[in-house]
């Protein structure tokens, strides 16, 4: 199948409040325009230097979505364009993410990355420590970011009871989150072979690549 119809197959089947973001990391600019040209408009990535190459070749009607884990030094080349980056995982890089979206007169929308997942090396706050950050005097004062809610990263595995765990314990948190903070309205869970599931446990985002350009 080409980009377009499986961009369309994801399409139809999930609902229309569900904002698919289209993830294109290792992939070409001609790729890219297959899938602009089938309608689609967010596209994510998992470096910053890839997506700035990308952004200057491509349509500016674009939404970037930075998706990848962040190196704080990195920012400052995204925050003129970046739509909305899913993995802020350290305090110290939203007060990055801050100052540089002071220069460009910018409101940058984040979600704050949650470790949901059981191996080690993914990354992402707990509970514990989102709730101090929002409580965090220093985080209420940052002017020119905004979190907009929360981003998580399932097990990589076979058992689909784990995943629905994972995605249901990262929802109900979200859920409590948004009755005290309203601007909470972004749940980024799901990639191409979980984002079914996802979507069945309340999110709102899914990051999908391979099932619409193919293994990388
Ligand atoms: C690569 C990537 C995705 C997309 O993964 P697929 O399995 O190709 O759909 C989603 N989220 C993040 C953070 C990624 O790095």
Same mark, same amino acid.
């Given at each position: 199948?080409?980009?377009?119809?499986?961009?369309?197959?994801?399409?139809?089947?999930?609902?229309?409040?569900?904002?698919?973001?289209?993830?294109?990391?290792?992939?070409?600019?001609?790729?890219?325009?297959?899938?602009?040209?089938?309608?689609?408009?967010?596209?994510?990535?998992?470096?910053?230097?890839?997506?700035?190459?990308?952004? #200057?070749?491509?349509?500016?009607?674009?939404?970037?979505?930075?998706?990848?884990?962040? !190196?704080?030094? /990195? $920012? +400052? %080349?995204?925050?003129?364009?970046?739509?909305?980056?899913?993995?802020?995982?350290?305090?110290?890089?939203?007060?990055?993410?801050?100052?540089?979206?002071?220069?460009?007169?910018?409101?940058?929308?984040?979600?704050?990355?949650?470790?949901?997942?059981?191996?080690?090396?993914?990354?992402?706050?707990?509970?514990?420590?989102?709730?101090?950050?929002?409580?965090?005097?220093?985080?209420?004062?940052?002017?020119?970011?905004?979190?907009?809610?929360?981003?998580?990263?399932?097990?990589?595995?076979?058992? #689909?009871?784990?995943?629905?765990?994972?995605?249901?314990?990262?929802?109900?948190?979200? !859920?409590?989150? /948004? $009755? +005290? %903070?309203?601007?909470?309205?972004?749940?980024?869970?799901?990639?191409?072979?979980?984002?079914?599931?996802?979507?069945?446990?309340?999110?709102?985002?899914?990051?999908?690549?391979?099932?619409?350009?193919?293994?990388?």
């Amino acid at each position: 199948m080409s980009i377009a119809e499986n961009l369309q197959q994801i399409k139809n089947s999930i609902p229309l409040t569900v904002t698919l973001v289209a993830v294109t990391k290792t992939k070409s600019v001609t790729e890219i325009m297959e899938a602009y040209d089938a309608g689609q408009r967010d596209f994510g990535e998992n470096k910053i230097q890839e997506m700035v190459a990308k952004y #200057e070749l491509l349509p500016k009607d674009i939404c970037w979505h930075m998706i990848g884990h962040l !190196q704080s030094n /990195k $920012v +400052k %080349y995204m925050a003129e364009f970046v739509h909305l980056v899913h993995g802020v995982d350290k305090f110290k890089t939203l007060v990055e993410i801050n100052k540089q979206a002071q220069k460009y007169n910018r409101i940058i929308n984040c979600l704050l990355q949650v470790h949901i997942a059981k191996e080690e090396t993914k990354f992402g706050f707990s509970f514990d420590e989102i709730t101090a950050i929002l409580n965090n005097q220093e985080y209420q004062s940052l002017q020119n970011v905004k979190v907009i809610g929360l981003m998580g990263m399932a097990t990589f595995t076979e058992d #689909e009871t784990q995943i629905q765990a994972e995605f249901h314990l990262l929802s109900q948190y979200f !859920q409590t989150l /948004k $009755v +005290k %903070y309203p601007q909470f309205t972004t749940l980024s869970m799901g990639m191409s072979s979980d984002y079914s599931i996802a979507i069945m446990e309340g999110s709102t985002v899914i990051r999908v690549g391979s099932a619409i350009f193919g293994r990388r």
